[in-house]
């Protein structure tokens, strides 16, 4: 967190990236924030650059809104019992992520199921993260898993104790569209986000979750549209692109040939607006620390997207479709950032067209709320060029 009085001046960028769809790239070598919330950006000589309580020089790179995870499993700090893994969540920092969004805390250790345990989980789940940011990132967790017996009071209980998400539809015992659709309407009628697991099952114990039942559940999200890791047939990805509003989540622990298909098919029907990422790690497949941006790099090189608007898929959009404070070049978001370059020998002749030819950028820092969360990544390819601190 950062008090009001302090200022922050990025000069010298190179290029700047909004998150915006309709406009991905701004003019201007300079962006200000006050307070940890962006105030302007433009040309340095036409701001007013004084007072600055801290300055970076981003030597040229490319600034872009903090890019953000639509789609992850956390359980309690930065340690996952999925891989027994510490500090996933510092290394995704290191890839360029300063939000993560819970579709669920499923891989707790004897997760509660029965409905005022669940309810107690969500309710310390969104508390823990709340109080605790692992590195500065942004948790958004407190997402539970609805089971049968669940009734209207539950969701306004959880909603007014702060839990603002539900975890993928179909991961507990409520697998049938007409249940889960009543709880969702409820969830929704008390402001929370919802989500499904959309595709084969992801593990041992979990279900299939068809295109009927997504669309009868109606959702906030089509979680992994391009399965978790089993993807639908074609013909029901292209359905659910073709009859939905919600937004279609692509996941790096998903099929990559679906996940083609998905954008295309988004890109036909004009609605690439509604393509958000996630990874949905940790998983089987692991942690994936660099995938939002291997996502971005496989989506535009194969799918044929501008890299420009590629990296909206990882910031801006997600943010429009889940009503996020950050994510979007825009006065009163959050300053979160992600400052990046080409990776050094990688190919093209900017670092968006060397995005567009599959290669990832070199992440040079990560800004949270204004403040300096991470320098040279240690996990992307090395930058050309690196921002420092004046
Ligand atoms: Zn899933």
């Given at each position: 967190?950062?008090?009001?009085?302090?200022?922050?001046?990025?000069r010298n960028i190179g290029?700047?990236?909004?998150?915006?769809?309709?406009?991905?790239?701004?003019?201007?070598d300079c962006?200000?924030?006050?307070?940890?919330?962006?105030?302007?950006?433009?040309?340095a000589?036409?701001?007013?650059?004084?007072?600055?309580?801290?300055?970076?020089d981003a030597n040229g790179?490319?600034?872009?809104?903090?890019?953000?995870?639509?789609?992850?499993?956390?359980?309690?700090?930065?340690?996952?019992?999925?891989?027994?893994?510490?500090?996933?969540?510092?290394?995704?920092?290191?890839?360029?992520?300063?939000?993560?969004?819970?579709?669920?805390?499923?891989?707790?250790?004897?997760?509660?199921?029965?409905?005022?345990?669940?309810?107690?989980?969500?309710?310390?789940?969104?508390?823990?993260?709340?109080?605790?940011?692992?590195?500065?990132?942004?948790?958004?967790?407190?997402?539970?898993?609805?089971?049968?017996?669940?009734?209207?009071?539950?969701?306004?209980?959880?909603?007014?104790?702060?839990?603002?998400?539900?975890?993928?539809?179909?991961?507990?015992?409520?697998?049938?569209?007409?249940?889960?659709?009543?709880?969702?309407?409820?969830?929704?009628?008390?402001?929370?986000?919802?989500?499904?697991?959309?595709?084969?099952?992801?593990?041992?114990?979990?279900?299939?979750?068809?295109?009927?039942?997504?669309?009868?559940?109606?959702?906030?999200?089509?979680?992994?549209?391009?399965?978790?890791?089993?993807?639908?047939?074609?013909?029901?990805?292209?359905?659910?692109?073709?009859?939905?509003?919600?937004?279609?989540?692509?996941?790096?622990?998903?099929?990559?040939?679906?996940?083609?298909?998905?954008?295309?098919?988004?890109?036909?029907?004009?609605?690439?607006?509604?393509?958000?990422?996630?990874?949905?790690?940790?998983?089987?497949?692991?942690?994936?620390?660099?995938?939002?941006?291997?996502?971005?790099?496989?989506?535009?090189?194969?799918?044929?997207?501008?890299?420009?608007?590629?990296?909206?898929?990882?910031?801006?959009?997600?943010?429009?479709?889940?009503?996020?404070?950050?994510?979007?070049?825009?006065?009163?978001?959050?300053?979160?950032?992600?400052?990046?370059?080409?990776?050094?020998?990688?190919?093209?002749?900017?670092?968006?067209?060397?995005?567009?030819?599959?290669?990832?950028?070199?992440?040079?820092?990560?800004?949270?709320?204004?403040?300096?969360?991470?320098?040279?990544?240690?996990?992307?390819?090395?930058?050309?060029?690196?921002?420092?601190?004046?």
């Open positions: 967190m950062t008090s009001p009085a302090e200022k922050l001046v990025i290029q700047l990236l909004t998150g915006k769809i309709e406009a991905p790239i701004a003019d201007g962006v200000i924030a006050e307070g940890g919330r962006i105030t302007a950006w433009g040309y000589a036409d701001m007013d650059t004084d007072g600055a309580t801290t300055e970076i790179v490319t600034l872009a809104p903090g890019l953000i995870d639509s789609h992850v499993h956390p359980v309690v700090g930065d340690y996952t019992p999925r891989q027994q893994q510490l500090h996933w969540i510092d290394s995704t920092l290191h890839g360029g992520v300063t939000t993560l969004i819970s579709a669920g805390e499923v891989h707790m250790p004897g997760r509660p199921k029965d409905i005022v345990g669940l309810k107690a989980m969500a309710i310390a789940a969104q508390r823990w993260y709340e109080n605790f940011r692992p590195s500065g990132v942004k948790v958004m967790a407190g997402a539970p898993v609805i089971e049968h017996g669940m009734v209207e009071e539950d969701f306004r209980q959880l909603a007014e104790s702060g839990v603002k998400l539900l975890g993928e539809v179909g991961l507990g015992t409520v697998k049938d569209g007409r249940t889960a659709k009543q709880m969702v309407d409820w969830a929704r009628k008390y402001g929370m986000q919802s989500t499904i697991h959309t595709g084969g099952p992801s593990i041992p114990g979990s279900g299939l979750i068809d295109a009927d039942m997504v669309m009868e559940t109606g959702t906030d999200v089509i979680g992994h549209i391009n399965g978790g890791h089993s993807a639908l047939p074609d013909d029901q990805i292209i359905c659910l692109c073709e009859s939905c509003k919600a937004a279609f989540e692509i996941v790096h622990n998903g099929n990559e040939r679906a996940a083609i298909l998905t954008v295309n098919t988004a890109r036909e029907l004009d609605k690439l607006d509604q393509v958000i990422l996630g990874t949905d790690g940790p998983a089987g497949s692991g942690v994936q620390p660099l995938g939002i941006l291997r996502m971005i790099a496989m989506l535009s090189s194969l799918g044929n997207v501008p890299a420009e608007i590629a990296f909206c898929f990882g910031n801006g959009n997600t943010a429009r479709q889940r009503e996020l404070d950050t994510g979007l070049l825009e006065p009163g978001m959050a300053a979160d950032f992600v400052l990046m370059d080409q990776a050094q020998h990688a190919p093209g002749a900017t670092m968006l067209e060397s995005v567009q030819l599959g290669n990832l950028p070199g992440v040079g820092m990560t800004v949270i709320d204004g403040v300096i969360r991470s320098e040279r990544s240690r996990n992307t390819p090395p930058a050309t060029r690196l921002p420092f601190v004046i």
